[in-house]
């Protein structure tokens, strides 16, 4: 007889007490937020809500093709491009500078304090950023483009310094051992290992800080925001339509060039 072979059944994993806690606290939690929150669905599909919500929206149309309202809209869609790309670009390059002694490189102590710096500035949001520096730097686009780097920076100083974490050590430290420079040997191992994904997340936040300085127009910084809040005011409906299919095009173009660039640099 043909001795018979052992067969290597897949062993199935079992739940630790630790996973079902965590998932029955998640389960609760989600019960929790409805049953204390006052979610009035049924006046939310009323007929009075829907008529009114319907009437309100036919005044969006039609939005306003003048040509010189069209130039200001260009003008500003510019101006929106220009604040996130100078905030993301400032935020990139202080990122990276604090990234590094977040990272550990320079001991536990930089470590601790550059990580609480980085908490506070992306703790809190560009609105809060921009109604701050808008005292100190007036109206326009100068303060949103502030706000949105302080923000940005530290969104990117964490996550930078986390891609030095996780980046192999020894490429730089056989450098280092061979007698080079250690900012050298930074800039040719670690830096070449990290800069795919330290630009993935600077073309994601770019993406994010588009939508964030056309949202920051709101309290005065410039741009498409602060157009859509004037003629919202105003109620000049027809001429707000026309300023937010100019924010849609704009966030749908940006997000087809970053993900176009992205494939490139994974290729």
């Known amino acids: 007889m043909k001795p018979v072979l052992a067969q290597n059944f897949p062993v199935r994993p079992s739940l630790q007490w630790s996973t079902i806690t965590l998932l029955a606290g998640i389960v609760l939690l989600v019960v929790a937020s ?24 036919r005044g969006f149309s039609p939005p306003e093709t003048a040509p010189a309202f069209l130039k ?8 929106t491009l220009a604040m996130s790309a100078i905030g993301t670009l400032i935020a990139a390059f202080l990122g990276v500078l604090i990234g590094l002694p977040a990272s550990g490189r320079f001991g536990n102590t930089a470590r601790l304090a550059t990580r609480a710096v980085l908490n506070v500035l992306r703790s809190i949001p560009e609105l809060v950023w921009a109604s701050v520096l808008l005292i100190a730097a007036g109206l ?5 483009t502030l706000a949105l780097a302080l923000h940005t ?25 061979n007698g080079v420079n250690p900012v ?13 994904q330290l630009m993935s997340y600077t073309l994601y ?12 127009g709101v309290v005065g910084a410039g741009g498409l925001g602060q157009m859509l809040k004037f003629h ?18 704009m966030v749908a173009v940006v997000d087809g060039v970053s993900f176009m660039l992205r494939r490139l640099m994974t290729k």
């Open 34 to 57: 409805f049953a204390s929150l006052p979610l009035k669905l049924h006046a939310f599909f009323d007929a009075e809500a829907v008529r009114t919500s319907i009437e309100f929206l």
């Open 72 to 79: 200001k809209i260009g003008i500003a869609t510019f101006e």
């Open 140 to 144: 326009g686009p100068f303060a949103g």
């Open 153 to 177: 920076i530290g969104v990117l100083g964490r996550l930078f310094a986390e891609a030095f974490e996780n980046c192999s050590p020894l490429p730089e430290e056989t450098l280092r051992a």
């Open 184 to 196: 050298a040997a930074f800039l040719y191992s670690t830096l070449p290992q990290c800069s795919p």
């Open 205 to 216: 936040r770019w993406e994010n800080n588009i939508r964030a300085a056309a949202i920051l």
């Open 232 to 249: 919202l005011s105003l109620f000049q409906m027809q001429q707000a339509a026309s300023v937010i299919v100019a924010m849609l095009l």
